[in-house]
């Protein structure tokens, strides 16, 4: 099952990516932002709140703002 939300996580990027060209909408940023939540959230213990991906049109960058234990 993680595998699987790997693989869709990865194909919205790459279908993200394409789009940007013709100006993505931004709800698939959205499903993209949410999907890498969900997936780093399986081996993260992690609020939304202290989770944050910021995309431009070179960079994905995403962020983690939790406390170390």
Do not use: W
């Amino acid at each position: 099952m993680s595998v699987r939300s790997v693989f869709i996580a990865k194909e919205r990027l790459k279908h993200l990516l394409i789009t940007d060209r013709i100006q993505c909408a931004p709800d698939a940023v959205d499903r993209l932002s949410g999907d890498l939540y969900n997936t780093v959230s399986k081996y993260i213990d992690i609020r939304p709140e202290e989770f944050s991906i910021e995309i431009t049109r070179t960079d994905i960058h995403i962020k983690y703002t939790g406390e170390k234990n």
